[in-house]
């Protein structure tokens, strides 16, 4: 009895481990230079230090240092701005800062397949000001520009448990924030992103169209006349269970340019980032994820192990496979009273969608029966 108990404790906190040292993923995280429909979640801080190195097709290069941090002010609402905090061209020492605002639809705090936000923007570009009267053209102005993000995303896990996709739509009054003194812009911005369980990889690309604000009068043309077209891979390692490092390729596929429109392109960039946060707390929509993720290892093992032992084994995710993962269950068949107990727990669901509904009444159990097995060992 004693034995048992021992194991059963044994297997239970294999299991408390795995549901609760899951990677800290923040329910808003995308790619470079795309937005998540998501919000990061009520009292959550996230933070990202980024080094970047542009090419542009004047000639010109620039390399940049970024920071940004972000705040969940609820469910539904966040708050999140960046700045440069040190730039060496026109004799500024700051560099340009923006702040951003997104509100996002009911249903956030779920796995949801599809998801719609509005966020605003704000910058405070660091860029000459030659178009404004009265503009000292030695130092930048830091004027605002305020513009706006329309997001879409689908993420196909919801639905598809074997294909972990997460696909996004930008449309955005900013294409480039340091020609916005010189141009009136919009930008579209559509990528595809594998969300794996550690490692993910994402790919975008970023349709830039331009109308010419003109110097001295400030009149606009009539027309998008100039336009942009970027393409930007990337990946995402995980480091830690609670830092993610992402490096990310921006390569200037076309533009058409009026003659004598001030209009660059990035014609390659590079950026290295660190994601991390201040503070935590794991998401009801990253909780789920992370069970499908530990669904699909489980049933991964047991086929493994029913390959190895020449028997079928009915796929399920039961939690024979963490038994045996964790050497607490032999090839033999080991203490299957023990198993037992650990599959009342879990409970054999005949779909992942039920599991994912009972999460939060599995925790508690677990708990419970922890509770039970330390007076059993008392005894």
């Known amino acids: 009895m004693k034995q048992r108990s021992i194991k059963m404790l044994g297997l239970l906190c294999l299991l408390v481990l795995q549901l609760h040292g899951q990677i800290k993923r923040s329910r808003a995280e995308a790619m470079p230079g795309i937005e998540a429909s998501n919000t990061m979640g009520f009292g959550n801080i996230y933070c990202e230090s980024a080094l970047m190195f542009h090419y542009r097709s004047n000639g010109a290069s620039l390399f940049e240092p970024y920071q940004t941090i972000g705040l969940g002010l609820s469910p539904y609402l966040d708050i999140f701005a960046g700045v440069v905090p040190f730039e060496k061209s026109i004799k500024q020492v700051v560099g340009k800062a923006d702040a951003h605002l997104k509100a996002t639809?009911?249903?956030?705090?779920?796995?949801?397949?599809?998801?719609?936000?509005?966020?605003g923007d704000l910058v405070l570009s660091s860029e000459q000001d030659t178009v404004s009267e009265g503009q000292n053209k030695e130092r930048p102005a830091f004027k605002p520009r305020v513009g706006?993000?329309?997001?879409?995303?689908?993420?196909?896990?919801?639905?598809?448990?074997?294909?972990?996709?997460?696909?996004?739509?930008?449309?955005?009054?900013?294409?480039?924030?340091?020609?916005?003194?010189?141009?009136t812009q919009q930008s579209i911005r559509a990528g595809v992103e594998y969300k794996g369980p550690g490692n993910?990889?994402?790919?975008?690309?970023?349709?830039?169209?331009?109308?010419?604000?003109?110097?001295?009068?400030?009149?606009?043309?009539?027309?998008?006349?100039?336009?942009?077209?970027?393409?930007?891979?990337?990946?995402?390692?995980?480091?830690?269970?609670w830092l993610a490092v992402n490096a990310a390729l921006t390569i200037g596929l076309t533009a058409a340019k009026a003659a004598g429109s001030p209009l660059y392109y990035e014609k390659i960039g590079?950026?290295?980032?660190?994601?991390?946060?201040?503070?935590?707390?794991e998401t009801n929509a990253e909780a789920i994820r992370a069970m499908i993720y530990l669904d699909q290892k489980k049933s991964e093992l047991e086929k493994q192990q029913a390959a190895a032992s020449g028997n079928g084994t009915p796929a399920g995710g039961s939690p024979d496979s963490v038994a045996v993962e964790s050497g607490l269950l032999d090839d033999g068949g080991g203490d299957a009273a023990a198993v037992q107990d650990i599959k009342n727990i879990l409970g054999n669901d005949a779909t992942l969608f039920e599991r994912q509904?009972?999460?939060?009444?599995?925790?508690?159990?677990?708990?419970?029966?922890?509770?039970?097995?330390?007076?059993?060992?008392e005894e």
């Open 357 to 377: 509904k009972k999460i939060k009444e599995k925790r508690k159990e677990i708990q419970k029966e922890l509770g039970k097995i330390e007076g059993l060992l």
């Open 200 to 241: 993910t990889y994402f790919a975008s690309f970023r349709y830039g169209l331009y109308k010419r604000i003109f110097p001295g009068t400030g009149a606009v043309a009539e027309t998008y006349g100039e336009r942009t077209l970027h393409f930007m891979p990337g990946v995402r390692f995980r480091v830690f269970n």
């Open 270 to 281: 590079v950026r290295f980032g660190a994601e991390f946060p201040l503070y935590h707390r």
């Open 105 to 119: 639809l009911p249903g956030n705090d779920n796995l949801r397949m599809f998801g719609i936000a509005v966020q």
């Open 148 to 183: 706006m993000t329309i997001i879409a995303d689908a993420d196909l896990i919801k639905k598809y448990n074997r294909f972990p996709l997460k696909i996004y739509l930008n449309w955005s009054l900013f294409d480039n924030d340091r020609l916005l003194q010189f141009y």
